[in-house]
Nanobody
Framework: QGQLVESGGGQVQAGGALRLSCAAS????????MAWFRQAPGKEREFVAA????????GYADSVKGRFTISRDNAKNTVYLQMSSLKPEDTAVYYC??????????????????WGLGTQVTVSS
């Protein structure tokens, strides 16, 4: 059994920055694709970013490209999402997810094996 726990959410003004962390435990996720999704009130959960097991390859939703950066530290079993130039439309619950053997063309799909409980990010205008 594996567990993902997100942290780092909070309230910030537009233009500000936050760094989310996702700590994995219960198993080694170093060979897993790790991703961030988000869900705003009244909307479906959507893909934000993903990183390959090695950290060499990353993918982003168009809405966050150039503003968000995903990274991982396999020694710490942790994945990060650095968010900058935040906008009110970034307000959502952010979820960490993990899955093994997932090709980059499928990273955006909501088909991950492990999910965290989420952390709230609120951006005020």
């Amino acid at each position: 059994q594996g567990q993902l726990v997100e942290s780092g959410g909070g309230q910030v003004q537009a233009g500000g920055a936050l760094r989310l962390s996702c700590a994995a435990s219960g198993r080694t996720f170093s060979r897993y694709v790790m991703a961030w999704f988000r869900q705003a009130p009244g909307k479906e959960r959507e893909f934000v970013a993903a990183v390959s097991w090695s950290g060499d390859n990353t993918g982003y939703a168009d809405s966050v490209k150039g503003r968000f950066t995903i990274s991982r530290d396999n020694a710490k079993n942790t994945v990060y999402l650095q968010m900058s130039s935040l906008k009110p439309e970034d307000t959502a619950v952010y979820y960490c997810a993990a899955r093994s053997s997932l090709s980059p063309s499928s990273w955006y799909k909501d088909s991950y094996n492990y999910w965290g409980l989420g952390t709230q990010v609120t951006v005020s205008s």
